[in-house]
């Protein structure tokens, strides 16, 4: 299923000059645009405690979940990417371990806290967190799994932070 699933989303690449350099737009470019955008949030904020909590919490989460679960993972599952196995030039380029994806990890921790403190801001870092993992497994990449397990592992960490955030420090 895991490999159906790559080869259908990943022909899409390859097929147009301009559908390409959107992949390569969302995959490689896009996470910048939604960490920038997480300083709106301190720019134009009316409650600056409670956004003051939400960058808190966000930087725990994605600090804890692409930096400490994610890489024990790869340092316990090493997990070939998709290019490295079928031998081909991915639109973009990664070394690392694929499994778990850093970038659903980070990005999906991101959008859960966001989620909890403004649900539509939320709702649109969830779609931009789906968009840059289908990206990347377009882009040749990652494969559906590592997606997956990204974001299995943002969204519980974020939780987990959160809360442990509240019990401890904003009761």
Known sequence: MNFVIYQY???FSGQSICFDSLIIFCAKYLPYLMVAGLGLFLLFSQNKKQEFKMILCAIISVIFSRLVITEIIRHFYPHLRP???Y?????IYDTASSFPSGHAAFFFALATIIFIFHKKWG????VGSFIIGLSRIMAGIHWPIDILGGILIGIGSALLIY????KIFFR
């Not at 031998?87 to 639109?91: A, D, T, V």
């Not at 809360?163 to 509240?166: D, F, K, N, Q, T």
């Open 9 to 11: 989303l990943h022909g």
């Open 83 to 85: 290019f490295q196995i």
């Open 87 to 91: 031998n081909f030039i991915p639109l």
């Open 123 to 126: 709702v649109v870092y969830f």
């Open 163 to 166: 809360y442990l955030i509240s």
